[in-house]
């Protein structure tokens, strides 16, 4: 095969792992094996499902699926986690220039074959976490666990005082903190 028959080989190939979205992932051996067995594992976070899609910065719209929710992934590639929830399939859509992490990353802060243990929270915060709500005097542990993590390309680290998320694509929220609990939510 010559030199312009091997690029165009080449080029074919590229094109159509790009047009069939097989990108590779490096998953861990540990998350391969939960994959490969249908483990049975639990949402860390509270996240929203619209029309079978959940996107990573969690718009706060659609169905809500509950933190300690149990799931199965189904499938992974380098920008979605597919999973089985309620007889449903999901797939958990990651905008790695908005989450600012892998799909790998994504999948072990979002599953977990623990369930979350929510005795370490408070009745107004267990209470606002059965509904995926952010309410004053919440500590930021209890809002990451009832709305997921913030987009860390507007909020960059979980220690600010100010994190925003997405009500949707064109609406955010900002919860503000006061020694590391909510103290004022602006729309």
């Given at each position: 095969m010559n030199i312009l028959n091997k690029a165009k080989v080449v080029g074919l190939v590229?094109?159509?792992?790009?047009?069939?979205?097989?990108?590779?992932?490096?998953?861990?051996?540990?998350?391969?094996?939960?994959?490969?067995?249908?483990?049975?594992?639990?949402?860390?976070?509270?996240?929203?499902?619209e029309k079978g899609n959940v996107i990573a910065t969690n718009y706060?719209?659609?169905?809500?699926?509950?933190?300690?929710?149990?799931?199965v992934i189904t499938d992974i590639d380098a920008s979605t986690i597919t999973f089985s929830y309620a007889g449903n399939t999901i797939k958990l859509k990651n905008i790695e220039k908005f989450t600012k992490v892998d799909v790998s990353a994504l999948m072990t802060r979002t599953f977990s074959a623990e369930a979350v243990n929510l005795t370490q929270?408070?009745?107004?915060?267990?209470?606002?976490?059965?509904?995926?709500?952010?309410?004053?005097?919440?500590?930021?542990?209890?809002?990451?666990?009832?709305?997921?993590f913030?987009?860390?390309?507007?909020?960059?680290?979980?220690?600010?005082?100010?994190?925003?998320?997405?009500?949707?694509?064109?609406?955010?929220?900002?919860?503000?903190?006061?020694?590391?609990?909510?103290a004022k939510i602006v729309d």
């Open positions: 590229c094109i159509s792992l790009v047009i069939s979205g097989c990108a590779t992932v490096q998953l861990t051996t540990q998350q391969q094996v939960l994959i490969d067995d249908s483990t049975a594992l639990y949402t860390q976070v509270g996240m929203w499902t706060n719209r659609g169905e809500h699926i509950p933190v300690n929710s149990p799931v929270f408070n009745a107004l915060e267990k209470k606002a976490i059965k509904k995926g709500d952010v309410v004053i005097g919440m500590s930021k542990d209890a809002v990451i666990t009832s709305r997921g913030p987009p860390a390309h507007q909020t960059s680290r979980l220690e600010l005082d100010s994190w925003r998320f997405w009500n949707n694509r064109f609406g955010t929220i900002i919860y503000q903190f006061e020694q590391d609990k909510v």
